[in-house]
């Protein structure tokens, strides 16, 4: 949702607001402002000095709260929606599932961690990489076809949907000893193994 400027009194911008509270958004809009603000979140930390450790750690909880309650209400709600309603798209799903839970370990990984701690900045820019990488394929994949597939009044009740779980779903990743569908245990070694094997298969790779 786009912030307006509280202190305009014009007519005009006041009408643009009170048109904009009556008319319900769909999925596809919620998400993609979910997208934007987890965007801006990135930028500053991108932006931040080197030692500017209170200011990366505030950013960083932002992104865990933001991120944790993104992939929550889209896999509750989105995810089973898109396989019901999109042919063939049970592998993409899937494979968002699976990315899901690679962000989830490195958001349990920064949580908490002290922004001092030498490999933080790296962390969290490789996690930054991640999250980029699958809001792209979402909005130039999934988005589309959700478009296609699905009425202009089912976007709306899929939103009405998101925004209701919103407020009930945690705000933080959800701890180890949990399974979602599955549980992982992943090492450096593997987060880092995965991440050249996107990079190789990307179109245009070599």
């Known amino acids: 949702m786009v912030r307006r ?10 009408s643009r607001r009170a048109s904009s509270r009556r008319k319900p958004g769909n999925a596809i809009d919620l998400l993609g402002d979910d997208h934007r603000r987890v965007e801006e979140l990135f930028a ?3 932006r931040a000095g080197r030692r500017a450790f209170v200011s990366k750690r505030s950013l960083v909880d932002a992104m865990i709260n933001e991120l944790s309650v993104h992939a929550a209400i889209e896999q509750s709600v989105l995810y ?3 396989r019901a309603a999109v042919p063939d798209s049970e592998a ?3 494979e968002a599932l699976e990315e899901h839970h690679v962000v989830a370990w490195q958001l349990q990984e920064l949580d908490g961690l002290d922004p001092e701690h030498e490999r933080f900045d790296a962390r ?6 991640n999250v980029r990488q699958h809001q792209r394929e ?11 597939h699905l009425d202009g009044n089912r976007l709306v009740e899929l939103g009405q949907e998101l925004r209701d779980l919103r407020s ?3 705000a933080r990743p959800p701890t180890r000893g949990v399974r979602q569908p599955a ?3 992943l090492t450096d070694a593997l987060v880092f193994a995965l991440d050249m094997a996107k990079r190789l298969t990307r179109p245009g790779h070599g």
């Open 124 to 129: 969290v820019a490789v996690m930054i990489e």
């Open 44 to 46: 500053r930390f991108e």
């Open 80 to 82: 089973p929606a898109a």
């Open 92 to 94: 993409d799903v899937l």
């Open 183 to 185: 549980d992982y245990r």
């Open 168 to 170: 009930s779903v945690p």
């Open 138 to 148: 979402e909005e130039e994949l999934l988005f589309p076809e959700l478009r296609t």
């Open 5 to 14: 400027d509280p202190r305009s009194h014009s007519s005009d911008g006041r």
